[in-house]
């Protein structure tokens, strides 16, 4: 049929198709082609009526390995993963969570078995999952209770300790199930001071990808300014319940307005560091297989 669009009476009846192409795991861009609609329109759609921002509806979490083949830590400060990973229950029907390769990396690098790892943007469980493979304590929260429902799925797996031998032929680690609550990142009052052994979030990308169907606090809503201002409230209570002279980890990219790049990145680096941070590390993780970028996310 190519790019003939089809027309309906109802937006209803627009949405019932659109749901049941995605059940049909038909590609956004087939979608957005014969039903005239734009990505966005597709993202929201799903958020309303599921509650969290997935990109396919059903998502089969049968387990095939629990590492990454032939995984190697990164040794520079350039990061590129042309496979997202696919390993335990990862998967990336969850938009905008990042590939596993960065936690399991992060983690590695900075904190030992054991440790408790703090993660309050929890989204689909990525961080939890990893910390949980590699013998990390993990508490993460999501202001979604959704996304926290999702994380519960993703984390509902066994794995025996000897499983967790990080170390060839050295010590068993022990498993620990992590934490897992609906909270706002902006309020961590019920952790103690110097508490948390390593910090590894990933904050939403201001008003880009909403997460949620309009829920108040959610900052994936807030406009650059907004969201920054209230990030400050985030890495202060950030600095304080980490330990001194550990490390947090954060992902975020640059964004464009008005055809013209705002380096958010940075942006958001000054506000840790307003909060007492310091910058150890500028780690840049390359792009690959970005398929909704096209002419119809905005049109």
Not at 100 to 118: A, D, H, M
Request: contains cysteine; positive net charge.
């Amino acid at each position: 049929m190519g790019n003939q669009k089809v027309n309906f009476k109802t937006e209803k009846e627009l949405q019932d198709a659109i749901l049941q192409a995605k059940a049909r795991k038909t590609p956004d861009i087939e979608i957005g082609q014969r039903y005239g609609v734009t990505f966005r329109y597709i993202e929201r759609l799903i958020t309303k009526r599921e509650g969290l921002n997935i990109s396919a509806l059903k998502v089969s979490k049968k387990i095939k390995t629990l590492y990454p083949k032939d995984f190697k830590e990164e040794q520079t400060t350039v990061w590129s993963f042309r496979q997202r990973g696919k390993w335990a229950t990862h998967s990336g029907e969850y938009r905008g969570n990042w590939s596993p390769y960065i936690p399991r990396n992060v983690i590695l690098k900075y904190s030992k078995p054991n440790e408790l790892v703090l993660d309050y943007f929890c989204g689909a469980g990525t961080t939890a999952v990893e910390a949980k493979l590699l013998g990390r304590k993990c508490r993460a929260f999501d202001i979604n209770n959704k996304a926290i429902e999702l994380s519960k799925k993703n984390l509902g797996f066994r794995v025996e300790p000897q499983q967790l031998s990080l170390s060839k032929g050295k010590s068993r680690v022990n498993v620990y199930e992590p934490e897992l609550m609906v909270g706002d990142a902006r309020d961590l009052s019920f952790l103690q001071d110097d508490s948390i052994d390593l910090i590894c979030a990933h904050p939403p990308y201001a008003n880009i990808i909403h997460y949620t169907d309009s829920k108040e606090g959610d900052l994936s809503f807030f406009d650059i300014d907004d969201f920054l201002k209230e990030m400050t409230k985030v890495a202060q209570k950030s600095f304080r319940v980490l330990k001194p002279g550990r490390q947090c980890a954060i992902l975020i990219g640059d964004t464009r307005r008005k055809k013209h790049v705002i380096p958010l990145g940075f942006k958001l680096i000054n506000v840790y560091l307003d909060a007492g941070f310091k910058l150890r590390e500028l780690v840049i993780k390359r792009q690959h297989n970005c398929k909704t970028t096209g002419f119809w996310y905005d049109s």
